[in-house]
């Protein structure tokens, strides 16, 4: 089974590490400012030319309160009227990049995040869908995975009627913890039947997958609290989950300032929460897909896995990795062929850029040889926990061994410590390994020696 793992204390301790999440490989930290729109627009001309599909990435910025945990790029205001002056912008931008691509180009994956991007009106949110069908071809029969994420405190049944004539047919949840003292802590109170309106009105109007995200580790969370909320969760029967390690952060995230050190659970303690929930999971039937990652047996991504074709990018898991992503909106990264760009973080910068009719690229990275390499190399980890080196060897016409002599002896380490198995053939994560999987893949990662550990979330 895929998603046998083995919970291994001692090895969890010593391989515990600081390390990115590899949604992407290099990851956004090489992104530079040499990297502009002329490469972006060079970059959208070659997906044209290739006619490739297309994943699009929508970021709302908006929230209306602030929840203190949050790491993402977000403006918290209460002011509506701020959404129209960004949406304006937001259409410029969807207009300059789609005149660069062709009509034959399918929006297989459409996904709008933030922020919260149900803080848009009903008028603002069909404005934004006619704009992206205008420019983009859409797909009309439900054939396409779009995907929308909502905070129950900012959605009715109104809103998903609205979402699902849209065309949206996947929502993504934000729960975090039912505990109403750990969401006092956090800024974020949030009843469970909230959540369950939500699930219940996706299920009438036949979404076809409902998300839900959870985090340990937060202020005030106990191991037997946390187990209570999972259970209440268990009940609600979502198609996945994504349970998320909490990283405390504050000399990065400002709102992160406001929670008490002291409220926060020991290694201990959150160790123990993970492995309550990976046993109640598993025990109710879903499939540890990796990286915090959960699914039902007949979920796509548990489906894809089996399948040898789950892939990774920047949205996280995904079976749609071979379309191009294009990024829209402040901070929103593209992935297009072997260009990654970044538009400015900046809502001011962002705005102003295509106010002058200027795309906001602000950094980005074409990926060399060696980054396709190893890029490949930790894909097939982080997705399938197994590798082969004469599939490596033959696509990019490269001697595993000879090309990775120097990362040979960390390699063998691993197998000594019994996280993977290592022979001429390749590479297989054991289910001890399983939950340290960023720390294999650390291995082939040739830019994390330039960074300080403090950048990076812990693996588990």
Known sequence: MLDDLRWDTDLIRRYDLSGPRYTSYPTALQLHSEVGSFDLLHALRES???????????????????CYYCACNKVITKDRARAQPYLQRLEQEIQLIACHLDSRQTVEQLHFGGGTPTFLSHVELRQLMGALRKHFTLLDDD?????IELDPREADWSTMGLLRELGFNRVSLGVQDLDPAVQRAINRLQSLEQTRTL?????????????????????????EGFART???????QPDRLSVFNYAHLPERFMPQRRIDSSDLPTPAAKLEMLRNTIEQLTNAGYRYIGMDHFALPDDELAIAQEEGTLQRNFQGYTTHGHCDLIGLGVSAISQIGDLYSQNSSDLNTYQQSLSSAQLATQRGLLCNRDDRVRRAVIQQLICHFELDFEQIDAAFSIDFRGYFVAEWPA?????RDGLITLDSQGIRVLPAGRLLVRSVCMVFD???AQHSQQRFSRVI
């Open 446 to 448: 040739a830019y994390l």
């Open 48 to 66: 044209r030319r290739a006619t490739r599909p297309l994943s699009l990435y929508v970021h709302v910025p908006f929230c209306a309160n602030i």
């Open 199 to 223: 699930i219940e009105a996706a299920r009438t109007l036949q979404f076809r997958s409902v998300n839900l995200d959870l985090i340990y580790g937060l202020p005030k969370q106990t191991p």
């Open 230 to 236: 999972v259970v209440e969760i268990i009940h609600l």
């Open 143 to 147: 054939s396409g995975d779009y995907g």
């Open 411 to 415: 390699l063998q380490c691993l197998q």
